[in-house]
């Protein structure tokens, strides 16, 4: 099976799933926060104002965590002290089911332990959770976190408080204690407390300290180092590193090899295909959605499919253990797109840890230049042959697992010949048809990608664009592209 995938692709599941959460009310006895979707909740003292909508909260808690971030990266509570010189936040985000706390702040410490001082790492084995202190070089002020992690229905949670370090002695005793005061809803719908029994002190509550080892970066057959999908392209006044991403992935990505961090570090433009790590552009994708992806009232999606591919279709969502009829409303090119999406976070893979996602949530000062629109994508998708396209997606729904680790070990090798056999050759050998969906939805995209690099090119300075893999490869590829128009493309 060859994968269609795009950074849209990665939001559709969201946009219908309505996987952000949303602070409700529970029933008595009701704690100052409560989060009923996640199950978690906290009392705080009349010290300490709470924000759960970051447009609310004041410049210092805003300064922590950027306005252009969307929901699904947006912590779930914000809260500042009356004297100013402390904060506190819960952070989700959704991490593979099979993880424990342990393995969330192995990730935790893989992606950003080059970025901090950490001061001591405990971990509770009975509580499933992990607690540690540490600086954040990137922050140009002297703030001092303590924070503890957990894992809880398939989302990793980070409960942290911090202050200036010359700080840290007088509000550390408080921020334990506000950490310990987490509960989390058991079966019966009662709050109990997480980590009942806990006192200040990390040792006496359990706590075991952790021996720090850095991350193996050998581990999936090759060595990320020596070869990677990515190229310097040379212009007339500009240069610009081509990275070739995938949309879904992993946490055992990270940190990603050496050049690439680099490239990207010296480079002042990051391009993307999609910036969906952007509120206005979220919620774009969210209406076009409900406009473009859904049939007219009162349509079914089994009018406009074969009977044999609309069964193929009920299968596969109870396999994947999802409700069809939430879904039956939907065109087919939607579906395929949802049943994609679903199909790969249950094998693990997450757009939360997609490359582009990735650069994006580090973008920082760097000027974010998306190549499409989400109308320009979407639309894409809507004028195709719908049916085809789920047809061709459901023909390769039982081998997706081997598919996916295939292009995944293709992808980490830098082996460009293995993914262009796997993602973009001959889909016609498996569908009749299928090769007008590969151009549409690759090489006449490619050609405008191409054009946009050129432009950006010959302009000053250092551009840093990420798109997926597929764009990059194959005589049609943007490298072959690029290199047609006169660019000089070195492989690094």
Request: with cysteine; net charge negative; hydrophobic share 40%.
């Amino acid at each position: 099976m060859r994968l269609v995938l795009s950074c849209t692709t990665a939001f559709v599941a969201t946009a219908f799933l309505g996987l952000a959460c949303a602070t409700t009310d529970t029933a008595p006895p009701r704690p100052r926060f409560a989060n009923a979707t996640m199950g978690i909740a906290t009392d705080f003292s009349d010290q300490w104002t709470i924000y759960t909508d970051r447009k609310s909260a004041p410049d210092a808690v805003k300064e922590q965590f950027p306005v252009d971030k969307g929901p699904d990266e947006a912590p779930l509570l914000l809260a500042v002290r009356s004297t100013g010189d402390a904060y506190g936040r819960v952070w989700v985000e959704p991490v593979p089911r099979s993880w424990d706390a342990a393995q969330y702040f192995a990730y935790l410490h893989r992606v950003f332990g080059q970025q901090t001082d950490i001061f001591e790492v405990t971990k509770n084995d009975a509580l499933d959770a992990v607690r540690w202190s540490y600086r954040d070089r990137n922050i140009g002020t002297d703030l001092v976190y303590l924070e503890t992690v957990t894992v809880r229905n398939g989302f990793g949670v980070r409960i942290g408080y911090w202050t200036f370090g010359s700080s840290m002695s007088l509000h550390r005793e408080e921020f334990e204690a506000l950490s310990d005061a987490w509960r989390f809803r058991d079966e019966d719908g009662q709050w109990k407390a997480r980590w009942a029994g806990l006192t200040g002190k990390l040792s006496p509550a359990g706590f075991e300290s952790i021996a720090l080892t850095q991350p193996d970066q050998t581990s999936h057959g090759c060595a990320l180092g020596d070869r990677q999908l990515l190229y310097e392209v040379r212009g007339s006044k500009g240069r610009l590193y081509l990275f070739g991403s995938v949309h879904f992935g992993e946490p055992d990505n990270y940190p990603l090899p050496e050049p690439i961090e680099s490239a990207f570090k010296q480079s002042q433009t990051l391009i993307v295909e999609l910036d969906t790590t952007n509120l206005a552009t979220q919620r774009e994708i969210t209406k076009l959605m409900q406009v473009l992806g859904r049939l007219p009232e009162g349509e079914h999606v089994r009018d406009h499919l074969e009977p044999g591919t609309y069964r193929r279709l009920e299968d596969a969502f109870s396999e994947l253990g999802v409700p069809f009829r939430s879904f039956t409303n939907l065109k087919p090119w939607a579906l395929a797109t949802v049943l994609t999406a679903l199909k790969m976070q249950s094998l693990g893979y997450l757009p939360r840890y997609g490359v582009d996602h990735y650069f994006l949530e580090r973008a920082g000062t760097r000027r974010v230049l998306p190549l499409e629109t989400p109308r320009e994508q979407l639309g894409l998708f809507d004028s195709m042959d719908g049916e085809l396209f789920l047809a061709f997606i459901l023909l390769g729904f039982e081998t997706m697992e081997q598919d996916v680790e295939d292009i995944m070990r293709a992808w980490r090798c830098g082996d460009a010949d293995d993914l262009e056999a796997l993602v973009v050759a001959s889909p016609s050998a498996l569908l009749p048809g299928a090769d007008a969906l590969i151009e549409r939805i690759y090489y006449d995209r490619n050609e405008r990608m191409a054009d946009f690099a050129a432009r950006r090119l010959a302009s000053p300075g250092d551009h840093f664009m990420v798109v997926g893999a597929g764009h990059v490869i194959g005589d049609r590829g943007l490298v072959a592209l690029l290199r047609e128009r006169g660019f000089e493309v070195i492989s690094r």
